[in-house]
């Protein structure tokens, strides 16, 4: 186990717990109640250099590690996780804020993922290539080395899983940087699962870092040359910086990034549904998803009544304690993120923006906030603000609501609600978004789809058939089966 009765944690490289190459730990708190959660390791560039040499170790026997094997591994390790749930859900709640549902969804969906990943064990056969030349021509997916994962804090155990959980079932060993707000949940968790689950020493390495100090380590996962692909979810502001540093090492990178996600709300909606999941789509926990609706365009028709009903449900919704059951509104993940919200809902107010519900901090949270008239030149309508705050937008128009969901640079996810669902899915193809939901609202995710966005909000997918084709290398072999005249 990496913990002890102190609750220090330590990082895991080459199969063992070890501290910080310099010896340093941070404390990591709790969002809501500041109480240290437990000591960290606060690894920096030379821990992240041990765990990718353990990796590029590990790769050979991994990657020639009979696909059985790896799958039952990875159905070990859904079954490890699932006898741990209480724990889990609390250490999410203790350590993210995350209240109770939310919790509990993770842990429903990780399971999932980790056998969804199982039967990619199988799945990168390659295929026969008919050819001009009488060669017998073949493209053959290979795993492609060391990968090199980074995982926010917000969702940490769904999107720490996701980081790794294909490229190791596809024959990739694995440096994970979690977040320094998730360090145990998002991060250190996965090598005590791994390790009951029977995974080798040094296919999967864990580096943890001190608030603040990202930098050497992913310094050292985009420039050191036996890492071949990184992943990284969070802002768009990081990722573009990943990226350009992954470029001048010619190193293919997964990004999803942030979304500035729009959700339309047609005059045939059925006002009852349309509220609810409104409310969902922008609140769950605490609008701290990538996903969440951070504008509501409703039609003229319905908008008076839906808004005043968005607004009253807006202002029942309990804020508090994430660890009690019915908590809806936890804390923000750290002071930063609180004054952020405050920030810019004031700039929005100040600029004539309307508060309809909330718009007021309660300790380290935020009550859910309904904003209307939103002017376009606040920082609130230009740029993702990972907080309980949403805008309602009155459009005359189907088509004024798509150019309106399309006049931003991110495009994650979206939503159309209607009750019409052939004229919901004309709609969907028009939106600049790498996720549509028809008749739901932007927040949903299963593990074999192809998810990610377009423009500011990232490229690459994770799930479905396009993992296998991110973290895998397509090589193309010929076999000549008797010789053939060459011109000199």
């Given amino acids: 186990m990496a913990a002890t009765a102190a609750q220090e944690y330590r990082q895991f490289i080459g199969g063992e717990w070890v501290g910080a190459a310099d010896g340093s730990t941070f404390e990591d708190h709790d969002p809501y109640t500041s109480e240290v959660v437990a000591t960290v390791a606060a690894g920096g560039g030379e821990d992240a250099r041990r765990a990718i040499e353990a990796a590029a170790g590990a790769?050979?026997?991994?990657?020639?590690?009979?696909?059985?094997?790896?799958?039952r591994i990875f159905l070990d390790a859904a079954d490890a996780l699932e006898r741990r749930r209480d724990e889990v859900v609390d250490l999410l709640a203790r350590e993210t804020g995350c209240g109770f549902g939310f919790g509990m969804f993770q842990m429903g969906f990780v399971p999932g993922l980790l056998r969804q990943a199982a039967a990619l064990a199988y799945a990168p056969i390659g295929t026969v290539i008919p050819s001009d030349m009488g060669a017998f021509s073949l493209g053959l997916r290979k795993p492609v080395g060391v990968v090199g994962a980074i995982a926010p804090w917000n969702a940490a155990l769904i999107l720490s899983a996701r980081a790794i959980a294909a490229p190791l079932a596809l024959g990739n060993t694995v440096v994970l940087k979690p977040s320094e707000w998730s360090?145990?949940?998002?991060?250190?968790?996965?090598?005590?699962i791994f390790t009951e689950a029977g995974l080798p020493a040094g296919v999967l390495n864990i580096v943890t870092h001190a608030p603040g100090a990202a930098g050497p380590i992913g310094d050292e996962l985009v420039a050191h040359a036996a890492v071949r692909r990184l992943n990284f979810t969070g802002s768009t502001n990081t990722g573009r910086r990943l990226a350009e540093a992954a470029g001048r090492h010619l190193k293919r990178i997964v990004l999803e990034l942030g979304g500035y996600n729009p959700l339309i709300v047609l005059a045939d909606a059925d006002l009852d549904y349309a509220v609810d999941a409104s409310t969902f789509g922008a609140f769950l926990h605490q609008g701290q998803i990538c996903m969440s609706a951070r504008r509501i365009l409703v039609e003229r028709p319905i908008a008076d009544e839906f808004v005043e009903r968005l607004a009253v449900k807006t202002r029942t919704l309990k804020v508090g304690n994430?660890?009690?059951p019915d908590t809806i509104i936890g804390p923000l993940i750290n002071e930063d993120a609180l004054a952020t919200v405050k920030a810019r809902v004031e700039d929005a107010v100040a600029k004539g923006a309307r508060v309809l519900a909330g718009g007021e901090a309660v300790g380290p949270c935020y009550r859910a906030t309904l904003l209307a008239d939103v002017p376009d030149d606040a920082e609130l309508a230009q740029v993702e603000t990972f907080g309980p705050v949403v805008a309602v937008e009155v459009v005359d128009s189907a088509e004024e609501a798509i150019a309106r969901a399309n006049a931003t640079s991110y495009g994650l996810s979206s939503g159309i609600l209607t009750t019409d669902l052939d004229r919901g899915l004309a709609l969907a193809q028009q939106l600049d978004a790498g996720i549509v939901h028809v008749n739901d609202q932007p927040v949903g995710d299963e593990p074999q789809m192809p998810f990610g966005g377009v423009k500011d909000s990232g490229f690459?997918?994770?799930g479905g058939q396009a993992v296998i084709d991110e973290f895998t290398e397509l090589r193309w072999i010929t076999v000549q089966s008797g010789s053939h005249p060459f011109p000199f």
């Fill in 460 to 462: 690459g997918r994770f």
């Fill in 59 to 71: 790769f050979p026997a991994w990657s020639a590690t009979p696909p059985a094997e790896r799958q």
């Fill in 183 to 192: 360090p145990v949940v998002g991060g250190l968790i996965w090598g005590e």
């Fill in 322 to 324: 994430p660890k009690e």
